[in-house]
């Protein structure tokens, strides 16, 4: 009995090991695709953002292919889901990069996840592309200075939005007491709040309060009933719509009806569902464009977005198509899908007709787009200011 | 003055809807010593349930609640059948973790159906606020039906549990399974009904939370469940009012560790009282101090 | 004394062993082990310290703990600043983390352990949580951001050599007069208590083993993925490790090494199959627990042993049905 059972053991541990070298094993790239790799959060806690991402690149790559692809090639997405685990993401990336032999990787939508393998990526020379990581020292090591060769993103950087909102604060609203309310288990927000405080305090403003909540929270009437005790004139709220939604309805029934605000992790249809549209009347935010933009480049994007996925698209779908975007348009001019060429031409990106800008790569490769300002009126987003880069 | 009372308002909702899912938590756990992780997940079940009833079937509030209850009562006795119930005898960490595979397959075979965003409850409530003071407390129809629902179904199930048959089954078997089964009581059809009572419990949580905050999605359970099996262990885990009681001095403290200390230390706190109370009085608060035999 | 440690079978396995660690590096080195088969190596070498050091708690002691990614992340936090801030040498940074998580544990371990069962479990788990919770919210550790640019230190040679520190050192001592103890508390522990063994003293003692080298699990991690933040310690890290030892076997450590191999390998192999990854790593789960719910080995230990039909190390009365 003992024995058998052995064997079945060792059966089964052959076969997953059979089956592991299998299916990682050098597959050998065929010479009329070019390989991409996708290194998301489509299972784990924030999976909500890597499948809207997700969808956003594979919308882009669909209507390429169709197009004819590039450099006369179709592209392929190799993707692996990495768990929302930075452990995992890592593993993700050393997997792309040396058994699929992708030529460059779309990268994670959190710093977090991206940060873990800037080195795998940098030591084995295949560019990052991030839609999503706003950490600036995602690009830039924070200990030399010195720019990640290998690594760029699509989106802007804490800093900018956070600043942006602090000047229109004190500049439009004339607002001067504030209270920041941040996730301070989403590093996203973290440094939302940490720029938009220090622009605020240096421009003459004043922070009554930092306040904080977590990514599992669902009821914040306690520290709005705080945060309404200190009488503020605007309240911060940089986080993702899940918890903003509810953040805005809790604050409106408590009677807080002080604007308020955030960053692009509002962006989503889901806002308006989950607050209503009356408690939203009198909030901003800063965001990469507005999908009620009527540029008809937008409109062809959430129209497309719509029928393939029966939803409208949130920040995370347009800058995961904007991503794809930027890569082929690399690829294009690099004349040569290989990682170097690939990572040369992304030094070089100018003026890639994206659907949240037209985006520039600057020399810390963040990308270099204006930002809007939005305002909801009755469930709309409505545009308020552009801010340059 | 009007703060401190607006908190405790805070509290006491956020406390009677971790008390809700802990009726569900106790009377499991009471029965067959399990920690049943899925419970946070059946809950978040009921919740998409009652979401699908009144968005697809149209129903109204009662009507919807009542149909998620019974989805979910189904939905666990299904569950106790198939995963807890052939390890009945094994050990207890085997059916934890059994149960730990329940609570992940529930999450992500939702989440792979419906996908990981957020789904808004239509409003099929109306929403009227009370404001007191000025307008420096106020107090919602939602927050005053939940309250007022928790405390109604605490009453049923005490009754339940303690007048009925049933209950005397139930309690018979959490006592001492073998003697019960001498007794003439069948045991597996006295644990299916308290896994689809529990669970229907979990079901009517889910609903009013979604309405409550507006917002249901597939993890919506895990955090949920956590702190309601913490208010059930505070209160005395397999005690009915205890669960109750632990419910709403966990939302209380929560509420007035944010309002007053700090909003980072909230979570951390919350555990910190766990701890305490497991160390001074392991029971619980209601719990009885059982000898250990021999 | 000498003939105990050089038995034939002593020297085989040593042979084994050395062999594997050169081999791997060799073939490593030669490109034929591609760096992503290094990584699941070292990830499952990584995991192998975890499940090992989790089943002296949960296993041999009976103590049901679910809170070993805060002792994981109390190593990997207390080494990465060693390294980060004191430029201190990776043994030195290893150590740290591991004595700082071992010291978590003696001070979570003494209140805690008067608890049992599923009252542990939860204390555990939410001192894992408060340890989470507190790192989130100190600056000096990066709070959310999380700490980067930690070197890269652990390769295979310090991960391998590190996990059969962790397994002789463990092995060793469930052998010993002490690992009988806490197995004795495992199987009752009123009836060991009446055998004058002081349970409570051998409860923190497995508890402690079990977090230093949690710690040293989760150093390694640090300065493998060179980036640590406190998401990656959250309760779902304690229960992969959780599940890796009832996989394996209670109270065999080579049921855990098998557990853990074989985890690392079903996860890494899922990542292709995205969205359905944890419905299937679900599924997997609730039928290896319906059909073999002792765990792949039970409480049995494969060695060489145990090919003659013998029976490998024996762990008392908790035998298994194989």
């Known amino acids: ?389 | ?294 | 004394m000498l003939k105990i440690w050089f038995t034939k079978e002593n020297l085989t396995v040593t042979v084994l062993l050395l062999a594997v660690l050169f081999g791997v590096q060799f073939l490593a080195q030669a490109g034929i082990f591609t760096p992503f088969i290094m990584f699941v190596l070292i990830q499952s070498a990584i995991y192998i310290i975890l499940t090992v050091s989790l089943n002296l708690v949960v296993g041999f002691t009976g103590q049901f703990s679910i809170g070993h990614a805060g002792f994981m992340a109390l190593g990997a936090y207390a080494s990465a600043i060693m390294t980060l801030n004191f430029n201190a040498p990776f043994i030195v940074s290893l150590l740290v983390g591991a004595i700082v998580a071992g010291i978590g544990g003696v001070i979570i371990g003494i209140p805690t352990l008067r608890l049992k069962g599923d009252y542990l479990a939860i204390a555990t788990l939410g001192f894992a949580e408060i340890i989470r919770g507190v790192i989130t919210n100190i600056d000096y550790l990066g709070g959310a951001y999380g700490l980067m640019g930690i070197t890269q230190r652990t390769n295979w040679l310090w991960a391998f050599g590190c996990m059969l520190v962790t397994v002789m050192v463990i092995k060793n001592f469930v052998q010993s007069s002490h690992g009988r103890a806490c197995i004795s508390v495992r199987e009752n522990e009123i009836a060991a208590e009446a055998m004058g063994i002081n349970t409570t003293k051998y409860k923190v003692i497995a508890f402690t083993m079990g977090s230093f080298f949690a710690g040293i699990g989760g150093a390694l991690l640090a300065h493998y993925i060179t980036f640590i933040e406190p998401n990656a310690f959250n309760f779902l890290k304690s229960f992969d490790i959780l599940v890796m030892v009832i996989l394996g076997g209670q109270g065999s450590i080579t049921g855990s090494v098998m557990g853990a191999v074989a985890l690392t390998l079903v996860n890494a192999f899922l990542q292709s199959l995205a969205e359905l990854r944890l419905v299937i790593y679900a599924i997997i789960l609730i039928l290896v627990m319906l059909f073999r719910p002792q765990g792949l080995l039970g409480s049995y230990e494969l060695s060489f042993k145990l090919f003659q039909r013998k029976r490998g190390v024996n762990h008392g009365s908790h035998s298994a049905d194989a």
Not at chain 1, 297 to 326: C, H, I, R
Request: charged residues 20%; aromatic residues 10%.
């Open chain 2, 1 to 294: 003055m009007t703060e401190f009372i607006q908190q405790l308002i805070n509290g006491i909702s956020v406390g009677s809807i971790y008390a809700l899912i802990a009726l569900g938590y106790t009377m499991v756990y009471g029965i067959i010593k399990l920690i049943n992780f899925a419970h946070g997940d059946v809950y978040m079940l009921g919740a998409f349930a009652g979401l699908y009833a009144t968005l697809v079937l149209k129903m109204s509030f009662v009507p919807a609640l009542l149909f998620s209850m019974i989805v979910c009562a189904i939905l666990g006795i299904i569950i106790e059948r198939l995963a807890y119930r052939p390890l009945r005898n094994a050990p207890k960490i085997v059916i934890l973790i059994t149960a730990i595979g329940v609570s992940f397959f529930l999450e992500y075979t939702t989440m792979y159906f419906l996908g990981p965003q957020p789904r808004a409850f239509p409003a099929i409530f109306k929403e009227v606020s009370y404001s007191f003071f000025g307008g420096k407390v106020t107090i919602s129809n939602r927050e005053i039906t939940i309250v007022v629902v928790t405390i109604v179904l605490m009453i049923l199930l005490q009754y339940i549990v303690h007048n009925t048959k049933i209950g005397k089954a139930m309690r018979a078997v959490s006592y001492d399974m073998q003697a019960a089964r001498l007794m003439g009581i069948n045991v597996d059809s006295t644990i299916s009904a308290t896994f689809a009572l529990g669970s229907a419990l979990a079901a009517a949580a889910g609903v009013l939370v979604g309405v409550y905050y507006n917002k249901v999605f597939p993890l919506m359970g895990i955090m949920f469940g956590l702190k309601a099996f913490v208010s059930a262990v505070l209160g005395g885990i397999g005690i009915i009012p205890g669960a109750m009681t632990g419910g709403l001095i966990l939302g209380i403290t929560e509420a007035l560790v944010s309002g007053y200390g700090s909003s980072l230390y909230r979570d951390p706190v919350a555990f910190v009282i766990l701890i305490l109370i497991l160390l001074v009085k392991p029971s619980g608060l209601f719990g009885k101090n059982v000898r250990e035999k021999v």
């Open chain 1, 1 to 389: 009995m003992r024995k058998s059972f052995l064997t079945v053991i060792a059966v089964v541990l052959l076969s997953f090991l059979l089956l592991f070298t299998s299916a990682c094993g050098n597959k050998s790239s065929t010479s009329d695709t070019i390989k991409i790799g996708a290194n998301l959060e489509l299972s784990g806690n924030v999976a909500t953002l890597g499948q809207s991402g997700l969808n956003g690149v594979m919308l882009a790559v669909e209507e390429i292919n169709a197009a004819g692809g590039v450099l006369g090639k179709k592209i392929e997405i190799v993707k692996y889901d990495n768990k929302s685990d930075n452990t995992e993401a890592a593993s993700v990336a050393t997997r792309l990069i040396t058994q699929d032999k992708v030529v460059a990787i779309i990268g994670s939508m959190t710093s977090g996840n991206t940060l873990s393998y800037v080195n795998i990526a940098e030591t084995n020379k295949v560019p990052v592309i991030s839609p999503s990581a706003t950490n600036p020292d995602v690009t830039v090591d924070p200990k030399t200075g010195k720019v990640r060769e290998y690594i760029f993103r699509t989106c802007f950087i804490d800093p900018f939005q956070g600043t942006a909102m602090a000047k229109f604060v004190l500049n439009e609203l004339k607002l001067k007491k504030a209270v920041v309310l941040k996730d301070n288990t989403a590093p996203y927000s973290v440094g939302l709040a940490k720029f938009f405080v220090e622009a605020f305090k240096n421009n003459g403003g004043e922070i009554l309060a930092d306040e904080n909540y977590t990514s599992n929270d669902q009821d914040f009437r306690s520290v709005l009933t705080k945060i309404k005790g200190l009488n503020p004139e605007f309240i911060y709220v940089p986080g993702y719509y899940e918890q903003v939604g509810q953040i805005v309805k809790q604050a409106r029934e408590l009677g807080i009806n002080v604007p308020m605000g955030g960053g692009d992790g509002w962006d989503s249809p889901k806002l308006v569902e989950i607050a209503g549209a009356a408690p939203l009347n009198n909030t901003f935010i800063t965001n990469h464009y507005s999908s009620l933009m009527p540029d008809p480049k937008v409109q062809d994007f959430v129209k497309k977005y719509k029928e393939k996925y029966g939803s409208e698209p949130d920040a995370m779908a347009a800058v995961g198509y904007d991503t794809v975007l930027v890569l082929v348009d690399a690829i294009k001019r690099a004349g040569e899908a290989t990682p170097e060429k690939i990572k040369e031409a992304l030094k070089t990106t100018k003026d890639v007709e994206g659907v949240t800008a037209k985006i520039s790569l600057d020399e810390n490769h963040n990308a270099v787009k204006g930002l809007v300002i939005l305002e909801y009126k009755d469930g709309k987003q409505t545009y308020k200011a552009y801010v340059n880069p």
